[in-house]
């Protein structure tokens, strides 16, 4: 029978911490994390005369796994992952307890500024959109640069107004293209959140101001087959071949960025002739069948080369530079970016007659209403076709 426990391995409670961190070991070989909260006590007589202590306890499970016994080096950083957003629950859920038992409260301060707060907010998070969540920062720097340059170097939040919220909300709509600007404002709008709960701000300056997510139409340039066809048949002098591979494994299998940089040899099932990863941005686990050009451009694994990287690449700034002189010299006028070899995936496949839940499945989408963008946008590029065919008058016919 299964038994909770606190491991002492993974969480560092101490004897006073209140709610506690603790583990339900489950029949899969994981671990159910669960906080465990103590409210008091209080004594009663049972029927016989005696004195019984009771408890006031609460156990809240945060559906959050750990891997009983990780063996390889993904399911390592997997758990660190999980142990490090479970102490941050428990610390928020602990300054909640100390609030309702004790009134007490970090005192507000709306004097700090915001810019070193959401910077020391940057380092201790550890989800896995910390990407978009750095973006949200840097463009609103760039709009206080900009628009109120007397706070460039600090604002503080009794500055930050919901007129300057609505401000940068339509910056955002003017600097980021399709659902981006959605993603990047909720993103900031977390920070926000979490200077109310600190007690920076005595409300959201973001309340009442929103972004709508724009899904009707797909608005980052996509590549079609015989543009894929025409980039991989231009080589130019000192062209990086592990660029060219892993933008082709982006292009065949609609894989991030981020994901082919982490892919591992000991992600690929070659007896099976299968792709296996959890997504970086989502952590939902994702199979991809591997055909032989997708084998092709993955090559084969290295004599103890489990653990290693199936890509070496310079840094993203620079990927994305060698794809652009790459995308010029083939003659391809659009603006091209690493995720844009995804989105031509989603399409192509699409365009070739692919069921739209299959996609959902090889795009790592939990529903298909991310993957109905691909789709509406080929009927707008349909609509778009069968319009520019020359008109004749109707009376002739």
């Given amino acids: ?31 159910s994390i669960y906080l465990y909260y103590v409210y008091g006590y209080t004594q009663d007589i049972d029927g016989t005369g005696k004195v019984v202590t009771k ?73 896995a959109d910390i990407r978009v969540v750095e973006m949200a920062m840097r463009d609103f720097r760039k709009f206080i640069t900009e628009h109120y340059p007397r706070h460039a170097n600090k604002i503080e939040p009794k500055r930050m107004t919901t007129d300057m919220m609505k401000q940068f909300a339509e910056y955002l709509k003017d600097t ?25 701000f005595t409300k959201s300056p973001c309340r009442g101001v929103s972004v709508e997510r724009n899904e009707d139409m797909l608005l980052k340039d996509v590549l079609t087959q015989e543009e894929i066809a025409q980039l991989f048949a231009t080589h130019y002098p000192r062209e990086n071949p592990e660029i060219r591979r892993a933008f082709a494994l982006t292009c065949f299998c609609g894989i991030r960025f981020c994901d082919i940089n982490n892919l591992r040899f000991s992600d690929i099932d070659y007896s099976n002739r299968l792709l296996q990863f959890r997504q970086s941005k989502t952590g939902k686990g994702v199979t991809i069948q591997l055909n032989d050009t997708t084998l092709y451009i993955i090559g084969i ?49 699409l365009t070739n007659g692919a069921n739209i839940k299959v996609v959902a499945e090889l795009m790592g989408h939990s529903t298909i209403t991310y993957t109905q963008v691909y789709a509406r946008a080929l009927d707008q590029e349909k609509k778009r076709a069968l319009d520019s065919l020359q008109a004749i008058d109707i009376n002739n016919i």
């Fill in 1 to 31: 029978m299964s038994r909770a426990r606190l491991n002492k391995e993974w969480f560092k409670n101490n004897r006073t911490d209140n709610p506690k961190l603790m583990t339900k070991p489950l029949k899969n070989g994981t671990e």
């Fill in 301 to 349: 694994k290295p004599q103890g080369a489990e653990d290693d990287y199936i890509f070496h690449l310079p840094s993203s700034t620079m990927c994305l530079k060698a794809l652009r002189n790459w995308t010029k010299r083939a003659g391809i006028d659009k603006h091209i970016t690493w995720h844009c070899g995804r989105h031509s995936f989603a399409t192509n496949i």
């Fill in 176 to 200: 980021h293209r399709g659902t981006g600007v959605h993603s990047v404002y909720q993103r900031f709008k977390k920070i926000i959140n979490q200077g109310v709960e600190d007690g920076i």
């Fill in 55 to 127: 408890v006031d306890r609460k156990k809240e499970f945060l559906r959050l796994y750990l891997i009983s016994k990780p063996s390889t080096p993904f399911e390592k950083k997997q758990n660190e992952e999980v142990i490090k957003l479970a102490i941050q629950i428990k610390n928020e859920r602990g300054q909640q307890v100390l609030e309702d038992k004790e009134g007490y409260r970090v005192k507000p301060n709306n004097k700090v500024d915001f810019f070193a707060y959401a910077q020391d907010y940057i380092n201790a998070y550890n989800k």
